[in-house]
């Protein structure tokens, strides 16, 4: 007489649990790495938070030492110049028109420098600049 085997219906979850806990470990290590950025001190003012968008905006980035960044490209930590900014935002708004600008600049920075800023973006197409500060939390 042949005895049936009953089919075991179970999955080892052991090794799942492994890489699981070998990711967190990775995440854990290279999220601090991913903020990376140029130092700025920027104003603190009350404002509303920006809704979020489908396409992720640039950011111009604008230091007290009047040194102008965009967040694209490999060298986003690298300065560059005005006409390179305006070839870079061109570029882009050329791909993804619907692309916004934040101007992110240091409280320290002269407001002539700003104002070059913004109107170079202009020529480059952009007809809404957005700022970009920090929250002010306090009474006045």
Known sequence: MMRKR????????????DVMLVLLIIFMV???????????????VNSKVIPASPVE????????KGLIY????QKANEPIKIQTL???VVAVLRY??????FLKADAKVSY??????MASLQVAGVNDVGMITDPYIGSN
Do not use: M
């Not at 991913?34 to 603190?44: A, F």
């Open 30 to 44: 290279t999220a601090p790495l991913l903020t990376q950025g140029v130092q700025i001190s920027l104003p603190k």
């Open 70 to 73: 965009l967040d694209i490209g």
């Open 6 to 17: 009953k089919q075991i219906a179970e999955i080892n979850v052991v090794p799942y649990i």
């Open 86 to 88: 305006v070839n870079r």
């Open 112 to 117: 002539g420098k700003v104002i070059e800023i």
């Open 96 to 101: 993804q028109p619907a692309t916004k600008v």
């Open 57 to 64: 905006p640039l950011v111009v980035s604008l230091d007290k």
